[in-house]
């Protein structure tokens, strides 16, 4: 099964070579994943923006962590709230823990979802690398007002976990994603964090364009 699992990694490119070593215990999940329907798309911004910025990423990537908490607020007060751009939120996880912080973002509900998917990358650092991950998890969502039970309960919910790596397969099959954050923008891809004024000399030629 492990030789399996292996080249399975080669032929869907699923990761560059330096995250295999994390992503392997995904594998033969996203094998199951490929008849799954992906989860329904998050979105941040108006639905009808003129430039869709598709992300992928990962919940325990230290760049996609810098990206949320360093860039996107900018990005959010510019582009998003203004009706110019529309952020498209997909996960792609490259680990195990990185796929439990997903499904219970997804758990939280559509109302929820960016705003505790914000505090999971603001307190990366503390659950990430905990020998109990799951149990930070709980105290972030006592924190927020909800019963930590809501962990259980989506850690077995094989749908929202299917889902979620039906998302993961899909983009890697649609745009050869190799590392987290990947942005494709407007069918462009752009992967790598990027700093404010550098993502913003990106999305300025997509508005003339419009």
């Known amino acids: 099964m492990e030789n399996e699992d292996r080249k399975l990694i080669t032929r869907r490119h699923v990761v560059h070579a330096a995250a295999a070593v994390a992503v392997t215990p995904l594998v033969g999940k996203l094998a199951w994943a490929q008849d799954v329907a992906p989860l329904p798309d998050?979105?941040?911004?108006d639905p009808?923006?003129?430039i869709e910025i598709i992300e992928y990423s990962s919940m325990t990537c230290p760049h996609c962590a810098a990206f949320h908490t360093e860039t996107l607020p900018a990005i959010k007060e510019n582009y998003l709230d203004t009706g110019k751009a529309k952020l498209v939120f997909r996960e792609f996880p490259l680990d195990r823990v990185a796929l439990t912080a997903s499904a219970v973002a997804r758990c939280i509900g559509e109302d929820g979802f960016f705003p505790f998917v914000d505090v999971l990358f603001r307190t990366q650092a503390t659950w990430a690398s905990s020998q109990d991950p799951v149990g930070e998890m709980k105290k972030l969502i006592r924190m927020s007002g909800k019963d930590p039970?809501?962990?259980?309960?989506c850690l077995e919910d094989q749908a929202v976990i299917d889902g979620i790596l039906a998302v993961?397969?899909?983009?890697?099959?649609?745009y050869d994603i190799r590392?987290?954050?990947?942005?494709?923008i407007n069918g462009d891809s752009h992967?790598?964090?990027?700093?404010?004024?550098?993502f913003e000399a990106v999305l300025e030629p997509y508005l003339?364009?419009?």
Not at 42 to 45: K, L, N, Q, T, V
Not at 168 to 174: I, N
Not at 179 to 184: A, D, E, N, R
Not at 191 to 198: N, T
């Open 42 to 45: 998050m979105i941040m911004g």
């Open 149 to 153: 039970a809501l962990v259980d309960a």
């Open 191 to 198: 992967p790598g964090h990027m700093s404010v004024e550098e």
């Open 179 to 184: 590392s987290t954050p990947t942005f494709i």
């Open 168 to 174: 993961r397969l899909e983009g890697d099959q649609t």
């Open 208 to 210: 003339t364009e419009s």
């Open 48 to 50: 009808d923006a003129p």
